[in-house]
C-alpha cells in the first residue's frame, strides 16, 4: 500500500492480482448492481439519476462500510467521474455521505497482468478528516479496498 499528502489531499493505493481475465473482471467490478459481490460491506446500491457507466450517473451506496457511534448503515452518494471500458478504469467522487468522506475520489484501473490474471489497482484522495490521523484513515481505506479487491476472484465464480 502507498500513501502521500499532495495539494492538501490525502492519498493512497492498493492493488491486487486477481486470476482471472481481464474481461470477466471488469464485467463484476464495473456494474453497480453487482458490487454486494465483491464489497463484503456494502448491502444496497440504489440508482439515483442518470444512467450506469455514463459520467454524471449517481448511485447511493449503502451498508456497513465505516462504523456508525448510533449503529446505524454507512451511506454514501456518489457520482460518476469517468468510464473508459476500454482502458478498464473508472472514477467516482463522494458527493455526500454520513462518513465524512465527502469530495473524497476513488479509481480503479484493471490492467491485464498475462496468464488470464488482472492487476486490480485501486487509488483514492480524501480531503483530510478533522480530528483523525492521516495514517489511521489510509491504514483503514486501503485495508478496505484491499478485502474488497481479494473477493472478487469468489464473485467471478459465482457468475
Not at 29 to 58: F, H, N
Not at 86 to 105: P, R
Request: charged residues 25%.
Amino acid at each position: 500500500m502507498a500513501f502521500e499528502t499532495k495539494q492538501g489531499k490525502w492519498r493512497g493505493s492498493v492493488g491486487g492480482i486477481v486470476d482471472a481475465p481481464i474481461n470477466k473482471v471488469w464485467t463484476i467490478v464495473s456494474q453497480t448492481k453487482k458490487l454486494p459481490e465483491w464489497m463484503p460491506m456494502v448491502e444496497r446500491c440504489t440508482d439515483l439519476a442518470g444512467d450506469e457507466g455514463v459520467p454524471g450517473y449517481i448511485r447511493l451506496v449503502s451498508g456497513f462500510m465505516f462504523p456508525q457511534e448510533n449503529g446505524e448503515r454507512s451511506w454514501i452518494k456518489e457520482r460518476l467521474i469517468s468510464m473508459d471500458s476500454s482502458s478498464h478504469s473508472y472514477d467516482y467522487k463522494m458527493e455526500a455521505s454520513n462518513v465524512g468522506l465527502d469530495g473524497s475520489v476513488n479509481s480503479l484501473k484493471l490492467i491485464d497482468y498475462g496468464d488470464d490474471s488482472t492487476l486490480v489497482s485501486w487509488s483514492f484522495a480524501i480531503d483530510p478528516v478533522e480530528g483523525a490521523s492521516e495514517d489511521s484513515i489510509i491504514d483503514y481505506l486501503g485495508f478496505l479496498y484491499k478485502s474488497c479487491i481479494n473477493r472478487i476472484d469468489s464473485a467471478i465464480q459465482k457468475v
